[in-house]
């Protein structure tokens, strides 16, 4: 059943999909060439951390994964592989990739939210499996690296997923349109993500 959103469609822009599918796919390439990996296991790091938190989504939502449905998918998660082992390490040195990987987790969040709404699931749940598209795929990167995931750490990450999918699924249910919505909502995810990274933007500690 789909939700009776005007300004949304179950058809959502598969560029930006893919474009977020190929940036977490390069981080989790990264970690695995970091870790002296096969090639065969950097594309496995490429490929779970790409399309692990759409194909939780999906799974929850009840539909068929959607990297099974697009060959364009495995093309870009080996390009990417590819892309990392055969290029020197230094040249992914330094904070780009992270304002890459900022942009797709902003990205993200906000197509999974917005998938989550045209298929009938409610504003707020949406939001959440907006943060589950844009988190999940890190955290599995992280747990098979051995290194402490991004959710045990204080820097604003998933806080940054939230606000963008809180905001998309504010926004589609006052009726602004997509156009107007989604990049609205992304912006202000990446915003806060980048805030954070540039001024050391910390969630609290608890201390009692």
Known sequence: ???NYPSLSPSLPPLLDIIGIGVFAVTGALAAVRLKQTFVTTCFFALVT?????????ALIGLRAFWLEDQWVAVVVLGAAMLVWLTPRRWWEGRL??????AGLATYAVIGTAKALAFGVAPLPAAILGVVTG?????IRDVLAGVPSIIMRPELYVTAAALGAGLCALLTVLNVPAII???????????????AMIWRIEL?????
């Open 1 to 3: 059943m789909i939700a």
């Open 97 to 102: 990739l992270e304002w890459a990987d900022a």
């Open 204 to 208: 609290p500690h608890y201390s009692r």
């Open 50 to 58: 790409g399309v692990g938190g759409g194909s939780v989504r999906d």
């Open 135 to 139: 988190c999940v795929g890190g955290i």
């Open 181 to 195: 919505a989604w990049p609205l909502a992304g912006l202000a995810g990446f915003a806060l993500r980048g805030a």
